[in-house]
Nanobody, 115 residues
Framework: QVRLVQSGGGSVQAGGSLTLSCAAS????????WTWYRQAPGKQRELVAT???????DYPDAVKGRFTISRHYPQNRVTLQMNSLKVEDTANYYC?????????WGQGTQVTVSS
């Protein structure tokens, strides 16, 4: 049974940093791609970072240079380091992966950035 359990997040002032973590079990960690998404109230879900099974990372322009996605093996953990946070980064953040043709999601973690 695949489980993704998130931790981290919270409240921070603009310019601060937070790290989100996603602990995975029930799959072969190194064989899947990982993605972090976020969704703010009233807005569509948006992708904020991906890391492929080969370790290639990609970010949208909105977070490039500020966010870093990393895999940690054998801890089977994916992290999202968020620096220079902005008010517009406020959202609920989710980790996601696809295993055996099914999508799996973490439970979500709230990040609130105040001015």
């Amino acid at each position: 049974q695949v489980r993704l359990v998130q931790s981290g997040g919270g409240s921070v002032q603009a310019g601060g940093s937070l790290t989100l973590s996603c602990a995975a079990s029930g799959l072969v960690f190194t064989m899947v791609n990982w993605t972090w998404y976020r969704q703010a109230p009233g807005k569509q879900r948006e992708l904020v970072a991906t890391i492929s099974s080969s370790g290639t990372t990609d970010y949208p322009d909105a977070v490039k240079g500020r966010f870093t996605i990393s895999r940690h093996y054998p801890q089977n953990r994916v992290t999202l380091q968020m620096n220079s946070l902005k008010v517009e980064d406020t959202a609920n953040y989710y980790c996601q992966t696809r295993w055996k043709q099914r999508d799996f999601w973490g439970q979500g973690t709230q990040v609130t950035v105040s001015s």
